[in-house]
């Protein structure tokens, strides 16, 4: 299976901080995406990188890609209380395939 | 328009009843997507339509049963569900099911089968 492990599962800080998320996967792949999921709803993507890339910007946002090790970060940077939701990396090794990590549940606190 | 709607946003249903799941989208995509996901959960891959073809299909049971009427429409017929069943059913798109594409999400079907 090409399901991802994230950590932490769960993360709180403050309004302000920081909020740096891991994913793990365990085969090659395509790309490797991170979505957004506000509790019961649809996920909203966030960014792609591609397996070729290693790191790559957008607004707050920081995504780092080390595939010698099947791994992936995300950074969000000056986080507010809106960014609480469920992040989840997706790894997209074939085609039309996405799949989606654990996740991690992230509450920021004003 | 980037939206991917979702019809009905909650069902509840018996074991023995019929009911159809409805994801439309107007964005000219040519993928869609049937995610199941369970709470505490990521989202789980159940079927894949490309060009109105299913592509995919991850071994679902026969009582889950996809339709693609057309290019901007997908139904997810449901017949004897068990508990067990009960799951946010996700609808996503993409402009065409290649690679490095991103997925666009509906805001689900909250289903409970009693």
């Known amino acids: 299976s090409q399901q991802g492990e994230e950590d932490p599962q769960a993360l709180s800080i403050q309004e302000g901080e920081n909020a740096t998320m891991n994913c793990s996967y365990k085969t090659s792949i395509n790309n490797l995406q991170w979505y957004r999921q506000n509790s019961g709803r649809g996920l909203v993507h966030l960014i792609l990188?591609?397996?070729?890339?290693r790191e790559k910007h957008s607004g707050r946002l920081r995504v780092t890609l080390d595939t010698s090790k099947k791994s992936s970060s995300l950074l969000i940077t000056a986080s507010r209380a809106a960014d609480t939701a469920s992040y989840f990396c997706a790894a997209s090794g074939g085609y039309q395939k996405v799949t989606f990590g654990t996740g991690t549940k992230l509450q920021v606190i004003p | 328009d980037t939206e991917v709607t979702q019809t009905p946003k909650h069902l509840v249903m018996g074991m023995t009843n019929k009911k159809s799941l409805k994801c439309e989208q107007h964005m000219g995509h040519r993928a869609m997507y049937w995610y199941k996901q369970k709470a505490k959960k990521p989202p789980e891959l159940m079927f894949v339509y490309s060009y109105e073809k299913l592509s995919i299909n991850e071994s679902v049971p026969s009582r889950f049963s996809p339709e693609c009427p057309n290019s901007s429409l997908l139904n997810l017929h449901l017949h004897a569900l068990q508990p067990e069943d009960s799951a946010l059913y996700l609808c996503a798109s993409s402009r065409s099911g290649t690679v490095n594409e991103k997925l666009f999400f509906g805001s689900g079907t909250q289903l409970s089968v009693l």
């Open positions: 990188i591609r397996s070729n890339e």
